[in-house]
C-alpha cells in the first residue's frame, strides 16, 4: 500500500534508525532500500543535520508532536514540505508537492527579488513613494491597502520604517476624512492615473501634500510630494495682492510698470480706478497727455517722455480733467537697471491727491480767516481794555483830580488865618480825595499788571482775584505747578485766562459756585473753570463774545486750544490747555 503513495515516506526509531522506505523515498535518497534500512538516518546524510529537517525530527521524537516545515533540501536540491508524525514505535516522514512547492518557492523568491529591485528604484527618488496593495471583503470591496513597500523619503517624512505589510487606512486613518482613500479606490477600479493637493492635519501632520495614483495589479503606486512651503507662498502671494489691492483703494493709489524693451505698460486695478476705466482697456504712457488739465500739459509731456525714456527717477504732479472732474496725482517713479547699469524698465505709483490738495486749500482759507478773526478780536479786545482804563481815569480818577482841584481853592493861607477850623475840615477833606486817588490809580496800575504777579508770582495773582471776585459767586481755586516758575508772558496769558473766565461767571453765569483748576504740568498748562450756573447753548458756544473771543485769540497765539462743555440749566466748564517746554523762550 505503501508504495502505491506517490510521495515519499520513511520511518525511523527513537533513536533516528531507518526502519522503512518506499520507492519514492529511494528516488529521493538515490539510494535502494537494502542501503538505508537499520542505518542512522545523521550518520547516512550528515549534511542534513544543518537543515531543518533535523529540527523538525529531533522536535517530533523529544516531544511526541508533528511537525511541520518547508526548506531547501541539500540532498534534491528542490523545495520540500516535510511533515513528521510521532508514532508508538518512532516517527514517519514524508516529502510531499516537491514540484509544486518548488514552483511556489522559486515565484516567492523572484518576486522577492522584483521588490528588492523595485525598492531600489523608489530609494533612489526625492518623492515620498509607496506601492499599496488592496484588501477586499467578502463582496469584493476594498476596504483597505497593504503597504507593501515604502521609500526611504516616505519613512523620513512620516518618522517610521515599520509601515511594510501595515494597513494603510489603520495607520492613517486621516485618508478617510481628505478624500484620499477614494481617490486609491478610484485609481484601482478605472485603471485611469488620480492626482489631487490636499492639506493633511491628522496623526500630528499639518502639511499640505500632492499625491498621485497609478495602477499596479490590485493595488497602486503612490507619490506624495510636500508641498507646503510652496502652499505657504502662494497663500502668502495672495494675501499680499489682496492688501495690494484694498491699500490701492484705500489710499486712492495705483502701481504701473513700464517695459523698455517691450513698450509695454501694465496697470494695477488701483490705476483703472483712478482714471474711471474697465480693467483691460488698452492704455499707453500718452493717457496722461489725453486728461491732463492745460495748466498741467508742460509736466505730462514731461511724464510721458521720462517714462518712455527711462532716463531718470521723478517726481510729479499733474492736475487731471477725469470725467469732468478734476483729479489731482502724485507721480512717483523709478528706474530698474540690469547688471550693465542699463535702464529696463520704469516702475512707478500715482497717488490720488486731490483731497489733499483740497484740504490744504480749505485749511489756508481757514487759517487766513482765523488770522484775520485773531487780528479783529485782539484789536477789539485793545480797544474794550482801552475803553475801561478809559472809563475808570475819567469816571474815577479824572472825577477825584477834579475834586481836589476844587477842594485845593479852599486851601490857602487867607483861609488858614480867616477861620482856621474850616481851613482844616477842607485840608483833611483834600487829603482824603489825594488818598482815594491814589488808591484809584493803584487799582488801573494792577488792572494793567497786577503787582502781586509781579512780586509773588502767579498762584498768589490767582489767589487775589478769587478774592476779589468772591461774593455773590463762591470761588473754590486750587493751584499746581511742577516747576517753581513760569516765564513772564506765560504767567501774564494763564493770569489774564483765568481773570476773564472768573469775570465771565461773575457776569453771565447765574450760579452760586465755581472751581477753579490751574494745573503747571510737564509739557502742558491745564486751565479750568467750572460753575454752577444757567449754561449755555450750542448757538453760544460758537458765537465768539468778548470774553470768549479774547480767550480764543489767546490760546491760538500760543497754540492752544479752548473746550466748552455745557447743558442749558447744569453748568458751564471751560477748558484751555497751552502746550509748552520747559527750559525752552
Known amino acids: 500500500m505503501l508504495n502505491t503513495i506517490p510521495v515519499a515516506y520513511y520511518s525511523l526509531d527513537l533513536n533516528g534508525n531507518i526502519t522503512l522506505v518506499n520507492p519514492a523515498a529511494e528516488r529521493f535518497f538515490g539510494m535502494q532500500q537494502q542501503q538505508m534500512i537499520g542505518k542512522n538516518i545523521w550518520e547516512l546524510f550528515p549534511d542534513t543535520v544543518n537543515d531543518p529537517s533535523f529540527s523538525v525530527i529531533h522536535l517530533a521524537i523529544s516531544q511526541n508532536t508533528e511537525s511541520v516545515c518547508e526548506y531547501l533540501s541539500p540532498i534534491s536540491n528542490t523545495w520540500i514540505r516535510l511533515t513528521a508524525i510521532p508514532g508508538r514505535m518512532g516517527i514517519v516522514v514524508s516529502a510531499t508537492n516537491i514540484k509544486a512547492i518548488t514552483a511556489r518557492k522559486t515565484v516567492e523568491q523572484k518576486t522577492a527579488q522584483h521588490l528588492e529591485n523595485l525598492q531600489a528604484i523608489l530609494d533612489t527618488t526625492l518623492m515620498q513613494m509607496s506601492v499599496l496593495e488592496a484588501i477586499r471583503d467578502d463582496q469584493g470591496k476594498i476596504v483597505d491597502f497593504y503597504i507593501k513597500a515604502v521609500n526611504k523619503e516616505m519613512e523620513r517624512m512620516t518618522g517610521r520604517d515599520d509601515l511594510q505589510d501595515k494597513k494603510y487606512g489603520q495607520e492613517y486613518p486621516g485618508i478617510f476624512e481628505t478624500g484620499v482613500f477614494e481617490l486609491i479606490v478610484k485609481t484601482v477600479e478605472t485603471g485611469q492615473p488620480q492626482n489631487m493637493e490636499y492639506f493633511y492635519q491628522y ?4 502639511q499640505w501634500f500632492a499625491s498621485s495614483f497609478v495602477k499596479l495589479n490590485d493595488g497602486v503606486v503612490g507619490t506624495n510630494m510636500d508641498i507646503t512651503q510652496r502652499k505657504v507662498m502662494e497663500e502668502e502671494r495672495m494675501r499680499n495682492l489682496t492688501l495690494l489691492q484694498q491699500s490701492e483703494d484705500i489710499a486712492q493709489i495705483g502701481n504701473w510698470d513700464f517695459e523698455l524693451g517691450s513698450g509695454i505698460f501694465t496697470w494695477s486695478e488701483g490705476m483703472y480706478r483712478l482714471f474711471d476705466l474697465e480693467k483691460g482697456v488698452e492704455i499707453s504712457p500718452e493717457i496722461y497727455l489725453k486728461e491732463v488739465d492745460l495748466k498741467s500739459l508742460q509736466n505730462a509731456k514731461r511724464v510721458v517722455r521720462l517714462i518712455r525714456s527711462g532716463k531718470t527717477d521723478f517726481d510729479e504732479i499733474l492736475t487731471l480733467k477725469i470725467n469732468g472732474q478734476k483729479r489731482v496725482l502724485r507721480i512717483k517713479a523709478s528706474v530698474i537697471r540690469n547688471s550693465l547699469g542699463q535702464p529696463v524698465r520704469v516702475v512707478g505709483v500715482d497717488f490720488d491727491i486731490t483731497a489733499i490738495r483740497d484740504a490744504e486749500e480749505k485749511i489756508r482759507k481757514m487759517e487766513a480767516e482765523q488770522q484775520l478773526e485773531i487780528i479783529k478780536v485782539t484789536f477789539a479786545t485793545q480797544e474794550e481794555e482801552r475803553r475801561r482804563i478809559s472809563e475808570s481815569l475819567h469816571n474815577g480818577l479824572g472825577q477825584l483830580l477834579f475834586a481836589i482841584k476844587i477842594g485845593m481853592t479852599s486851601v490857602n493861607i487867607q483861609e488858614a488865618i480867616s477861620s482856621p477850623d474850616q481851613f482844616d475840615q477842607s485840608k483833611a477833606y483834600t487829603e482824603s480825595l489825594l488818598v482815594e486817588a491814589i488808591q484809584e490809580c493803584r487799582k488801573i496800575s494792577h488792572e494793567l499788571m497786577p503787582a502781586t ?36 508772558y506765560l504767567e501774564l496769558a494763564v493770569f489774564r485766562t483765568v481773570q476773564e473766565l472768573m469775570l465771565n461767571v461773575v457776569k453771565h453765569a447765574g450760579g452760586t459756585h465755581a472751581e477753579v483748576i490751574v494745573a503747571i504740568q510737564q509739557r502742558e498748562i491745564h486751565i479750568s473753570v467750572k460753575d454752577n450756573g444757567r449754561g449755555i447753548g ?48
Open 453 to 488: 504777579l509781579e512780586e509773588f508770582g502767579l498762584r498768589s495773582a490767582i489767589d487775589d482775584v478769587c478774592k476779589q471776585l468772591s461774593g455773590t459767586v463762591h470761588f473754590d481755586c486750587h493751584y499746581s505747578s511742577v516747576m517753581p516758575g513760569l516765564e513772564k
Open 538 to 585: 450750542r448757538y453760544q458756544k460758537t458765537k465768539n463774545g468778548i470774553g470768549l473771543a479774547f480767550i480764543r485769540s489767546k490760546a491760538k497765539l500760543l497754540n492752544g486750544t479752548v473746550d466748552i462743555n455745557s447743558i442749558p440749566g447744569a453748568g458751564t466748564e471751560v477748558i484751555v490747555n497751552i502746550p509748552f517746554k520747559i527750559g525752552v523762550n
Open 203 to 206: 496623526e500630528g501632520f499639518k
